[in-house]
């Protein structure tokens, strides 16, 4: 079991930055691959980024790729979400989540554990 808090979003403009961050508790956080996830209003929840265990691996979405960048930090148990380039489109509640078990890193119902979501705004 493990619980997520995301953190950091708010109102940006266009071309500006932000960082989220997850904080996961629990003693296990290294053994969960973890993604971030977001969603647009009217919008089905769509694959942002995801990282395996021990960080060696990433994968982005291609609308995001070469703007974001996802890190963890298996001594804090935090995942976080580097966001350069911001564009309006980019709006949306962004959501971390944990996988407990083989699948998708692109599915949202291959993930197992959600954060509540923080809301990230970009003016144009």
């Known amino acids: 079991q493990v619980q997520l808090v995301e953190s950091g979003g708010g109102l940006v403009q266009a071309g500006g930055s932000l960082r989220l961050s997850c904080a996961a508790s629990g003693r296990t956080f290294s053994s969960y691959p973890m993604g971030w996830f977001r969603q647009a209003p009217g919008k089905d929840r769509e694959f942002v980024a995801a990282i395996s265990r021990g960080g060696s691996a990433t994968y982005y979405a291609d609308s995001v790729k070469g703007r974001y960048t996802i890190s963890r930090d298996n001594a804090k148990n935090t995942v976080s979400l580097q966001m350069n380039s911001l564009k309006p489109e980019d709006t949306a509640v962004y959501y971390c989540?944990?996988?407990?078990?083989?699948?998708?890193?692109?599915?949202?119902?291959?993930?197992?554990?959600w954060g509540q979501g923080t809301q990230v705004t970009v003016s144009s």
């Open positions: 989540a944990a996988r407990s078990y083989s699948g998708s890193y692109y599915s949202p119902g291959d993930y197992d554990y």
